[in-house]
């Protein structure tokens, strides 16, 4: 099982925002700088953000971005959904029969890999940019 890149960076990309857009609407350029992300993949990852409604632009010379909802309200699991991110620990689909290995049965331990999923995606249901919000808060301190 494997996030990639672009799931990881709209989510540190929306907790940057979030800990920044109650002052202004915030420019990718700043989240980019922050971050360490490719400039041309953050407008990449917004385009896909916004289109699903997480976050809204605003034009102008103060312009950027801005979340659509409130940190409490956007779970990982929107954001991943958002950007076509998959948590996936098989290859196979739940419905088939037929299993990841190719074979007509699925592997002795499909049950395992798929509670796993399960609790991972749960895991990520719960999960909110405030939460991410106060752990980064009481890092600091």
Excluded at 18 to 44: H, K, T
Excluded at 82 to 99: P, W
Aim: net charge positive; aromatic share 6%; proline share 1%.
């Amino acid at each position: 099982m494997k996030l990639t890149s672009k799931g990881r960076y709209a989510v540190m990309a929306l907790v940057d925002l979030a800990r920044f857009d109650n002052i202004n609407p915030v420019s990718l350029r700043d989240i980019s700088l922050r971050q360490g992300i490719s400039l041309d993949y953050l407008e990449q990852i917004f385009s896909k953000l916004k289109k699903n409604q997480i976050v809204k632009s605003i034009r102008g010379t103060q312009g950027g971005y801005v979340l659509s909802k409130k940190p409490n309200e956007i779970k990982l699991n929107n954001i991943f959904h958002a950007v076509d991110e998959k948590v996936k620990t098989v290859q196979c689909k739940k419905e088939s029969k037929k299993g990841c290995n190719g074979k007509a049965t699925k592997c002795v331990t499909h049950n395992l890999w798929d509670e796993l999923e399960t609790h991972i995606n749960s895991f990520f249901e719960k999960k909110s940019l405030e939460d991410l919000l106060k752990e980064n808060i009481e890092r600091r301190i």
